[in-house]
């Protein structure tokens, strides 16, 4: 897929101008952290931008208040709320550093909307409204781990997005008992193109 491509389907997602990524894309660059081994523009925008945000060309979200997990970089959360700037976003990272990465793009990109919390997920106040309607993580920790983790932040209402591999059936495999327990279903949507991704949806039955 070309870039123009892939700028296409962007815009046809938020409205956003592509711009915000190549802006992003050189603060990655640029950053003194080593955040990913993809630099090759054409891969960063199909296997990081793209693949932050297709499943919301697939599939319609309701969300208004969302957390990232383990933010790293800044994926998916970043892409996310640069689609969406009428959405509260939470980027959730434990490491120092890469907070402060986070929160110098929230403020070179503009995206009032994103806010960084330097913790782990555990540790999120729930007393403090810190109840989200979408919780996500990608690339960071088992399905059993992310429950585990998440479940005091979580509503009736909420959806889990987890962005998975071949294993999304194994892991949800392992954290059947916890699913059972809290009556929460999951729906694996496998994709092979434009990008190679499993998207697994938790919910509350």
Same mark, same amino acid.
């Given at each position: 897929?070309?870039?123009?491509?892939?700028?296409?389907? *962007?815009?046809?997602?938020?409205?956003?101008?592509?711009?915000?990524?190549?802006?992003?894309?050189?603060?990655?660059?640029?950053?003194?952290?080593?955040?990913?081994?993809?630099?090759?523009?054409?891969?960063?925008?199909?296997?990081? *931008?793209?693949?932050?945000?297709?499943?919301?060309?697939?599939?319609?979200?309701?969300?208004?208040?969302?957390?990232?997990?383990?933010? $790293? $970089?800044?994926?998916? $959360?970043?892409?996310?709320?640069?689609?969406?700037?009428?959405?509260?976003?939470?980027?959730?990272?434990?490491?120092?550093?890469?907070?402060?990465?986070?929160?110098?793009?929230?403020?070179?990109?503009?995206?009032?909307?994103?806010?960084?919390?330097?913790?782990?997920?555990?540790?999120?106040?729930?007393?403090?409204?810190?109840?989200?309607?979408?919780?996500?993580?990608?690339?960071?920790?088992?399905?059993?781990?992310?429950?585990?983790?998440?479940?005091?932040?979580?509503?009736?209402?909420?959806?889990?997005?987890?962005?998975?591999?071949?294993?999304?059936?194994?892991?949800?495999?392992?954290?059947?008992?916890?699913?059972?327990?809290?009556?929460?279903?999951?729906?694996?949507?496998?994709?092979?193109?434009? *990008?190679?991704?499993?998207?697994?949806?938790?919910?509350?039955?």
């Amino acid at each position: 897929m070309s870039i123009e491509e892939i700028y296409s389907m *962007i815009r046809k997602l938020g409205g956003v101008e592509p711009s915000i990524f190549e802006n992003f894309y050189q603060e990655i660059l640029a950053a003194p952290l080593n955040l990913t081994a993809i630099t090759a523009r054409g891969d960063f925008f199909l296997k990081h *931008i793209l693949d932050s945000i297709y499943i919301f060309n697939l599939r319609q979200i309701e969300f208004k208040r969302m957390v990232d997990i383990g933010s $790293g $970089g800044g994926f998916p $959360g970043i892409p996310i709320a640069a689609v969406y700037p009428e959405r509260e976003i939470y980027l959730v990272e434990s490491i120092s550093k890469k907070c402060r990465f986070l929160e110098s793009c929230a403020l070179k990109l503009s995206l009032r909307n994103l806010h960084i919390l330097n913790c782990r997920a555990e540790h999120i106040d729930k007393y403090n409204d810190s109840v989200f309607d979408l919780i996500t993580s990608r690339g960071v920790g088992s399905v059993r781990d992310i429950l585990h983790a998440t479940l005091h932040i979580a509503a009736k209402n909420t959806v889990w997005l987890m962005y998975k591999g071949e294993r999304a059936e194994q892991e949800v495999a392992q954290a059947s008992d916890i699913m059972k327990k809290r009556g929460i279903k999951s729906e694996i949507i496998r994709i092979e193109e434009p *990008i190679t991704r499993t998207y697994l949806f938790l919910r509350y039955s």
